[in-house]
């Protein structure tokens, strides 16, 4: 009778303990965790996962001395390790995570590795760093390396640098080769930051034997022309050609846009033009490109010689981009006309026209005064399905400002709220040079102290505008209490122009004294 109470007991007096019980385990407890790992592992080579599960829910728990056991013990059989995972009643340990990934990187389970990093590096809260425990299990059971390149990539994938750099230094040590992959992954996480840490990743991949591939060579072109200017990422491309390494499209991409963005499009175009010898194609990325660099250069004609050169193409079709990028290139030189046509073409060859160059038209017409021009751009978006933005609204009170006609700016900033666009300084600050042009200061300052009460910060531009209207109407002392003022609240990070001072006046020098 004792005895058969005691056999009934015994199972309750297990689950009393818990999982991550710290006492010290007695020797009925050690020979049932054996019989369990035994019984347990048997089932799961056998592939026998619902009675595994069903051995787990009616017998001891799974505690975590276990789970590492039969997780070296299966360690052969992915699958079965993943139902082993899975039946674990808690988070398992890292230790239990870092066994499983060894098992499914020599397995080459990658998407079931990456699912299992992205779970642990989603996890709230954060999980300790798994590495240690990696290189635990490596060297205990000298699993596969590929463990640690799958982590690499994941974290780089994640955004995690600082844990990313730290795995990519210990691997080298351990004698682990990342592979170019995981490599590229760290080069495209530090390439946003400085140049530094890209090059000093790129030495290590070096030393480290990692051949470097095409992705390298644009990710490194695109750092250099970044920070060390377009001679060096030219320089860097060379040097990987004489390597016998493929420089890709990509990579002549970066150097074409390291030379636009410092206005040699000229530059930029012979690149272009030596693609074929190097056996690429010029896609509609590469033609872009050059219709931006000549636009920036305020080269408009010579950007739709470009878009013409596209048409001609029968393989490229031009976009909206390059389109809309010389229809503003043809705006901002007041050509109204020639954007105009480009904007009919746009619409013959069957492109929709879209916020941006409708934004583009109207501030163009603004900028020039030709308020009804820019309000009827404004009916044929909207009748085009096309809602006009704050940037849309915002030109048209700047355009009435300029003209003096406040009560249209007004207007269109009731529109504005209507639509459900909230007014921001922007809008602001075109009213306010919009009184300060008529003479009407009283207003303008109506309008500062209104705005300050609904709690729109004041910025720079404000600012200035409220000193230099001030001190053309010849109140000096408000514009130097608002001067004063708005160092004081450190609205400005450089010398406001002195244009706002009459000519010879000496008053900005006490001023800044003060």
């Not at 001891?60 to 276990?66: E, R």
């Not at 425990?133 to 690499?152: C, G, I, P, R, W």
């Not at 140049?195 to 591939?213: I, K, N």
């Not at 209507?418 to 207003?443: C, E, H, M, P, Q």
Request: aromatic share 8%; hydrophobic share 45%.
């Amino acid at each position: 009778m004792h005895q058969r109470c005691r056999r009934r007991l015994r199972p309750l007096c297990f689950l009393r303990r818990g999982i991550h019980s710290t006492s010290v385990p007695t020797p009925a407890d050690a020979a049932t965790d054996a019989t369990l790992l035994g019984r347990l592992t048997c089932l799961l080579l056998l592939h026998r996962f619902s009675a595994a599960a069903r051995l787990l829910s009616s017998s001891v728990p799974l505690t975590p001395a276990v789970l590492h056991a039969a997780l070296s013990r299966v360690r052969l059989d992915p699958d079965a390790a993943l139902h082993l995972f899975r039946l674990a009643p808690s988070r398992p340990s890292l230790l239990a995570h870092a066994q499983l990934l060894h098992i499914l990187a020599r397995a080459r389970r990658s998407a079931d590795a990456r699912a299992l990093l992205a779970s642990l590096l989603s996890a709230q809260p954060p999980a300790p760093p798994l590495f240690p425990h990696l290189v635990e299990v490596y060297k205990d059971f000298t699993f596969s390396a590929d463990s640690f390149d799958l982590l690499l990539r994941a974290l780089a994938n994640a955004g995690h640098l600082d844990g990313a750099l730290q795995v990519f230094d210990e691997m080298t040590k351990l004698g682990c080769c990342p592979t170019v992959r995981s490599c590229n992954s760290m080069l495209n996480l530090t390439e946003a930051g400085d140049l530094g840490t890209v090059m000093s990743v790129f030495e290590q991949m070096q030393r480290a034997w990692t051949l470097p591939d095409k992705f390298t060579v644009a990710i490194m072109a695109k750092a250099y022309c970044r920070d060390r200017g377009v001679a060096h990422a030219v320089e860097f491309v060379e040097e990987m050609k004489k390597m016998s390494v493929e420089v890709n499209l990509v990579a002549y991409h970066a150097v074409m846009n390291g030379y636009c963005e410092v206005g040699q499009t000229e530059d930029a175009r012979r690149v272009f033009e030596s693609l074929p010898s190097r056996g690429l194609s010029p896609n509609v990325v590469t033609y872009t490109m050059l219709v931006k660099g000549y636009c920036k250069e305020d080269k408009v004609e010579e950007a739709e010689g470009i878009i013409r050169e596209i048409r001609k193409n029968k393989q490229i079709s031009v976009d909206e981009v390059a389109y809309g990028a010389v229809m503003n290139g043809y705006c901002q030189k007041g050509q109204m006309e020639d954007a105009a046509r480009l904007q009919n073409e746009m619409t013959n060859v069957g492109f929709q026209v879209n916020l941006f160059v409708y934004n583009t038209v109207i501030n163009g017409y603004c900028k020039l005064g030709r308020m009804v021009e820019a309000h009827k751009v404004l009916h044929e978006m909207e009748n085009a399905g096309v809602r006009p933005d704050p940037y849309s609204y915002n030109s048209l009170v700047d355009g009435y400002c300029r003209k003096g006609l406040m009560s249209n700016a007004f207007e269109i900033c009731d529109t504005m709220v209507r639509n459900g666009f909230a007014v921001t300084i922007v809008t602001y600050n075109a009213l306010l040079k919009g009184f300060f042009l008529l003479g009407s200061i009283d207003d303008a300052l109506k309008l500062w102290f209104f705005m300050l009460k609904r709690g729109i910060a004041a910025d720079e531009i404000s600012c200035s505008t409220m000193v230099d209207g001030f001190f053309k109407a010849g109140k000096t002392q408000k514009a130097l209490n608002l001067w004063k003022e708005t160092f004081a609240r450190g609205l400005v990070k450089t010398q406001l122009h002195l244009t706002w001072l009459p000519m010879g006046c000496v008053i900005m020098g006490g001023c800044m004294k003060q």
